[in-house]
């Protein structure tokens, strides 16, 4: 193709491809030309920046909708770059992701009776306003979504797509998050606006306001704010005026309002990073998930959809209680961040041992005190290294009858799925945010004679293209 990086084309979305990417096929004198656009819907005519160029495939990302599906339906919310299919019908949302989910696992695991192995597709119990935590963007930078221009101007909302400095305004409920706290946030923006104080300019690395985190919970419908700023104009801030204001407008529901100061100059900067203080209430939220409660914390990792998550939950213990048990077999959680999966485990079975195990200190302590507050005493966790676990500990070793994974999206490094196979289980139960990282280490599993007996898709994320998958794998030289 005679386009590169950076060209603007016009092309017609012919399928669906998967991690919500939209398929076109180009003719040339050498056959099709695949195009593959992040966040396009099939039967959509889109103007597409190329971000990568190969031989045989290009990446691009949508800069105009020229003319929309017959797929899409009118709604009444504004439409945000983390949400580009909430204008599909959740029946074709599902659909697609099942069929690309499908291809993925069967291109790169080679699961040849995939559809006999398939259990079912999980859906979100609610499927809008299901998210417990977003991210808002300052900017002077503001792209304006009518006009599709960009002004000098105070920002907050969603930065535009393909773009870390541009920020379009949230002036109404995304469908996304909290729907109150959404129509709240135009008021809150012209709030600080008035100060005086400066957004943030991404180019510049200078202003005042950068992010507002907002975290959810669901079972006491309660909210947690965490501000976000530099230090330059701190001294001008009124921080105690704006948490009044808020708690002003939405009452009770304010859990909590923090106001970090944080001079890193990274766009994508841990927000957590830099001094922070309570101005208001505490600094945590309980949520419920399956009658258990857990502290969630600004820097906990916590499943986006609380709601769902209890589906996919049910469905990681089906699994584990899927074969037999006996009097001191061991069920190994590995990643088990704040041990959500592992409490759960040991209150719905009983007699059941569970450890957790996490290299991370933090996240043990916190799993340790959820599982103090939930009375649970069939749990233990560990700050461990997993391939250096059963040096540490060999007490477990034979023991270990079922390994649950819950890695990150990038899935489980090679060295350590090796690590994870010497422990010798007689199966494992592996959740995964990301299906074709899943495929990945399923494929390795099976050449380590691990059978897939079971596989599921659950739909956490609805209007995006991510799915989330529960496997079930069985040793085929252990007895199970």
């Given at each position: 193709?005679n386009?590169?990086?950076?060209?603007?084309?016009?092309?017609?979305?012919?399928?669906?491809?998967?991690?919500?990417k939209?398929?076109?096929?180009?003719?040339?004198?050498?056959?099709?030309?695949?195009?593959?656009?992040?966040?396009?819907?099939?039967?959509?005519?889109?103007?597409?920046?190329?971000?990568?160029?190969?031989?045989?495939?290009?990446?691009?990302?949508?800069?105009?909708?020229?003319?929309?599906?017959?797929l899409?339906?009118?709604?009444?919310?504004?439409?945000?770059?983390?949400?580009?299919?909430?204008?599909?019908?959740?029946?074709?949302q599902?659909?697609?992701?099942?069929?690309?989910s499908?291809?993925?696992?069967?291109?790169?695991?080679?699961?040849?009776?995939?559809?006999?192995?398939?259990?079912?597709?999980?859906?979100?119990?609610?499927?809008?306003?299901?998210?417990?935590?977003?991210?808002?963007?300052?900017?002077?930078?503001?792209?304006?979504?009518?006009?599709?221009t960009?002004?000098?101007d105070?920002?907050?909302?969603?930065?535009h797509?393909?773009?870390?400095?541009?920020?379009?305004?949230?002036?109404?409920?995304?469908?996304?998050f909290?729907?109150?706290?959404?129509?709240?946030?135009?008021?809150?923006?012209?709030?600080?606006q008035?100060?005086?104080?400066?957004?943030?300019h991404?180019?510049?690395?200078?202003?005042?306001?950068?992010?507002?985190?907002?975290?959810?919970s669901?079972?006491?419908?309660?909210?947690?704010?965490?501000?976000?700023?530099?230090?330059?104009?701190?001294?001008?801030?009124?921080?105690?005026?704006?948490?009044?204001?808020?708690?002003?407008?939405?009452?009770?529901?304010?859990?909590?309002?923090i106001?970090?100061?944080n001079d890193?100059?990274?766009?994508?900067?841990?927000?957590?990073?830099?001094?922070?203080?309570?101005?208001?209430?505490?600094?945590?939220?309980?949520e419920r998930?399956?009658?258990?409660?857990?502290?969630?914390?600004?820097?906990?990792?916590f499943?986006?959809?609380?709601?769902?998550?209890?589906?996919?939950?049910?469905?990681?213990?089906?699994?584990?209680?899927?074969?037999?048990?006996?009097?001191?077999?061991?069920?190994?959680?590995?990643?088990?961040?704040?041990?959500?999966?592992?409490?759960?485990?040991?209150?719905?079975?009983?007699?059941?041992?569970?450890?957790?195990?996490?290299?991370?200190?933090?996240?043990?302590?916190?799993?340790?005190?959820?599982?103090?507050?939930?009375?649970?005493?069939n749990?233990?966790?560990?700050?461990?290294?997993?391939?250096?676990?059963?040096?540490?500990?060999?007490?477990?070793?034979?023991?270990?009858?079922?390994?649950?994974l819950?890695?990150?999206?990038?899935?489980?490094?090679?060295?350590t799925?090796?690590?994870?196979?010497?422990?010798?289980?007689?199966?494992?139960?592996?959740?995964?945010?990301n299906?074709?990282?899943?495929?990945?280490?399923?494929?390795?599993?099976?050449?380590?004679?691990?059978?897939?007996k079971?596989?599921s898709?659950?739909?956490?994320?609805?209007h995006?293209?991510?799915?989330e998958?529960?496997?079930?794998?069985?040793?085929t030289?252990?007895?199970?």
């Open positions: 193709m386009f590169k990086r950076g060209h603007i084309i016009e092309v017609t979305i012919d399928d669906f491809a998967f991690g919500g939209g398929l076109s096929r180009i003719q040339t004198d050498k056959g099709p030309y695949v195009i593959f656009t992040q966040g396009s819907i099939v039967g959509q005519r889109v103007k597409a920046k190329i971000t990568k160029k190969r031989k045989s495939y290009s990446e691009a990302r949508v800069i105009k909708v020229v003319q929309k599906s017959p899409q339906y009118n709604h009444p919310y504004q439409e945000i770059s983390g949400g580009p299919y909430i204008s599909l019908p959740i029946e074709r599902h659909a697609f992701k099942k069929s690309t499908f291809d993925v696992l069967k291109r790169f695991a080679e699961i040849e009776n995939l559809e006999e192995v398939f259990d079912e597709l999980v859906d979100s119990p609610i499927s809008h306003h299901y998210r417990n935590k977003m991210e808002y963007s300052f900017s002077e930078i503001r792209h304006d979504i009518h006009t599709n960009e002004h000098d105070f920002g907050l909302g969603f930065k797509t393909g773009t870390w400095w541009k920020v379009e305004n949230l002036d109404k409920d995304s469908g996304m909290d729907q109150q706290w959404e129509e709240l946030l135009c008021e809150i923006r012209k709030w600080c008035n100060t005086g104080l400066r957004a943030w991404p180019p510049k690395k200078e202003g005042f306001f950068r992010h507002i985190v907002v975290r959810k669901f079972s006491n419908d309660q909210l947690l704010i965490n501000l976000i700023t530099s230090s330059d104009g701190v001294d001008q801030f009124d921080s105690s005026g704006l948490a009044n204001f808020i708690q002003e407008k939405i009452g009770n529901r304010l859990a909590g309002f106001h970090t100061v890193d100059v990274a766009d994508r900067a841990k927000l957590e990073n830099g001094n922070s203080n309570l101005i208001l209430g505490k600094d945590i939220i309980v998930v399956l009658g258990l409660d857990f502290e969630v914390s600004m820097e906990s990792f499943q986006t959809n609380p709601k769902c998550a209890e589906k996919l939950y049910s469905k990681v213990v089906d699994y584990v209680v899927a074969g037999s048990f006996d009097q001191s077999a061991i069920v190994l959680d590995l990643f088990c961040g704040t041990g959500t999966i592992g409490q759960i485990l040991a209150a719905k079975v009983q007699g059941l041992k569970v450890v957790g195990v996490d290299i991370v200190e933090s996240a043990i302590e916190n799993a340790k005190r959820n599982a103090e507050r939930n009375k649970i005493s749990v233990d966790f560990v700050a461990a290294d997993v391939g250096k676990f059963l040096k540490k500990y060999p007490d477990y070793q034979g023991k270990i009858n079922t390994l649950v819950d890695p990150p999206r990038a899935g489980i490094a090679p060295k799925l090796k690590k994870v196979i010497a422990l010798d289980s007689q199966r494992i139960v592996y959740v995964s945010c299906p074709s990282t899943q495929a990945r280490d399923t494929k390795t599993l099976g050449e380590a004679g691990y059978e897939l079971k596989i898709l659950v739909d956490q994320f609805p995006t293209g991510h799915v998958s529960v496997a079930l794998f069985e040793s030289s252990s007895p199970v």
